[in-house]
């Protein structure tokens, strides 16, 4: 099975800049766009960046998104409380036809 | 469009059960689905895929030849027929649209299946 991984958890003061990465395979990343997803506890994931760095209506410009090779990252600046939640970046992947999801990264507003 | 998750449970080791994911129009039928799956404190798991003819289904290994994924667009429905359940089956299922090209925008609410003696 196909392995995305992201660092388990990172923090920031409000105001910072905090990035997270996103690093799969040439099945995955490497050959499809990556999307990104923000979830808080006991509630659906959102969609949060898809296309690698295109934002869907309504979600703040302080959310950015980039992919280079088979690796991806999300930034968000300017770090608010409410961001406070899980992260997962997704692509599909093309050996399983079928999305794989990146292991997760838990952002704290310290 | 909305999404609705029905069917989970509480359910025995080996036993079966069947979850629906009702939509709220007949736009529906224009919808790739997926099923998704998180086990409590765990990360976001891919399970299953339909195309929108209903043909074409892809699973991951973990419930390989174990789940099985339908949808019926007259209903505006999507299903996933589970058997031989475990324990390590313990998630919260969530339908959500999409497919290679289109993110998973739309998602349900999920529904919780408990595999437990």
């Known amino acids: 099975q196909s392995v995305v991984t992201q660092p388990p958890s990172t923090s920031g003061t409000p105001g910072q800049r905090v990035s997270i990465s996103c690093s799969g395979s040439s099945s995955n990343i490497g050959s499809n766009i990556v999307n990104w997803y923000q979830q808080f506890p006991g509630t659906a994931p959102k969609l949060l960046i898809y296309?690698?760095?295109q934002r869907p209506s309504g979600v703040p410009d302080r959310f950015s998104g980039s992919k280079s090779g088979t690796s991806a990252s999300l930034a968000i600046s300017g770090l608010q409380s409410e961001d406070e939640a899980d992260y997962y970046c997704a692509a599909w992947d093309d050996n399983l036809n079928g999305y794989v999801f990146g292991t997760g990264t838990k952002v704290t507003v310290l | 469009m909305q999404l609705v998750e029905s069917g989970g449970g509480l359910v025995q080791p080996g036993g079966s059960l069947r979850l629906s994911c009702a939509a709220s129009s007949s736009a529906f039928s224009n919808y790739e689905m997926n099923w998704v799956r998180q086990a409590p404190g765990k990360g976001l798991e891919w399970i299953s895929y339909i195309n929108r003819s209903g043909r074409s289904p892809s699973y991951a290994d973990s419930v390989m030849g174990r789940f099985t994924i339908s949808r019926d667009n007259a209903k505006n429905a999507l299903y996933l027929q589970m058997g031989s359940l475990r324990a390590e089956d313990t998630a919260v299922y969530y339908c959500?649209?999409?497919?290679?090209?289109?993110?998973?925008?739309?998602w349900g609410q999920g529904t919780l299946v408990t595999v437990s003696s």
């Open positions: 296309s690698n760095n």
């Open positions: 959500t649209t999409g497919n290679r090209r289109q993110p998973l925008v739309l």
